[in-house]
């Protein structure tokens, strides 16, 4: 088989997939933000929650058995629940482009939306809105986009969390593709994980809890829980990975679940621990269904999705960049390139 990344960015990106836009928007005044995957002409959709503390938006609308098989956007957003008003500004630009189901009355743009939570890096009364969410979609591009890390969703991301917020680092927004016979499965993933993120391919530790606020060494998260070193809990729902998966393979929604059950598996590679009652991580999964190639077995698609999901952490924990507010400061993986990791 023929599988290649996107060769115009690094690791792909989930633009690569037909009938897919996606598009970022940072706010000004803090670091906090929101992302959105457009699909103008609707794809089928799903979502898998694993975390124990998510925040979302219309993921009721993607069981099984319900009426709407289509969605438009999935809006990934900072700002805890208050940032669920971004999806306003999404649904707004897209019913003046005309985009949406058709109820006789006008168009209705259907978007889910997963948020993260941010508050904790700078004033948290600055938070994604409505005006966010429409700017996001003004900014989106069919185009591969090479930004990474501080930007939208990723913003405010955090990973390292569970031995306390001071020696945390910066987390980040990232996105991959991968192509197999004609079929592209990308992925785009805010991850703000409590966990810390390896290297599945090295097992090398790239970005977590550090010993210390003021040091750059990592404590290796995993290995002080095995050793019975009690974490700082941080308050639940204060950490989460949210994503979207998408295919321009013609999928079923059971199909599409499984595709977005297996894209947490990319998760569990790379973040350490993941999954946990502080957590919320979600991902969506969407299937536009524009690729003339034959279909791809589940098997390889699910594989597809796994690769693409840790592509992205990766890609956002490489393309983050250190911030500093008032006493907090979040170094990031570049930070730690002269320095030790923690024993893998």
Request: proline share 6%.
């Amino acid at each position: 088989m023929n599988a290649l990344p996107n060769p115009d960015t690094p690791h792909g990106c989930i633009t690569q997939v037909k009938g897919i836009e996606l598009g970022h928007h940072t706010h000004a005044q803090r670091p906090t933000g929101c992302s959105v995957v457009i699909a103008r002409e609707g794809a089928m959709a799903a979502v898998d929650v694993r975390g124990a503390a998510p925040g979302t938006r219309e993921t009721d609308l993607l069981r099984c058995g319900n009426l709407v098989e289509q969605v438009h956007a999935v809006l990934l957003t900072g700002g805890s629940a208050w940032g669920l008003a971004a999806a306003d500004g999404v649904v707004q630009w897209l019913e003046e482009q005309g985009v949406g189901l058709d109820t006789g009355y006008g168009k209705l743009p259907l978007v889910p939306a997963a948020v993260l939570f941010d508050l904790s890096v700078g004033d948290a009364r600055i938070r994604p809105d409505a005006t966010c969410g429409y700017q996001a979609c003004a900014n989106a591009s069919k185009h591969p986009a090479p930004q990474a890390g501080n930007i939208g969703a990723g913003a405010g991301a955090t990973v390292g969390k569970l031995y306390g917020p001071a020696c945390a680092m910066k987390g980040g927004i990232g996105s991959a593709s991968i192509t197999v016979q004609g079929i592209t499965v990308g992925a785009v993933v805010a991850c703000n994980a409590v966990g810390d993120i390896v290297d599945p391919a090295t097992g090398q530790l790239l970005a977590g809890a550090r010993i210390s606020p003021d040091a750059l060494e990592l404590r290796n998260t995993a290995t002080r829980l095995l050793q019975g070193q009690a974490p700082s809990f941080a308050l639940p729902g204060t950490n989460t990975t949210i994503g979207v998966i998408a295919t321009d393979a013609a999928l079923t929604r059971p199909q599409l679940e499984r595709l977005a059950i297996a894209g947490h598996d990319g998760l569990a590679r790379c973040i350490n621990p993941a999954h946990t009652q502080l957590d919320g991580d979600t991902l969506f999964a969407l299937a536009t269904g524009q690729s003339i190639a034959q279909a791809l077995d589940m098997v390889t698609l699910a594989a597809m999705a796994a690769h693409a999901v840790q592509m992205a952490v990766l890609h956002a924990i490489e393309q983050a960049t250190s911030i500093r507010l008032l006493e907090l400061l979040l170094p990031a993986y570049a930070d730690l390139a002269n320095h030790p990791r923690g024993a893998s």
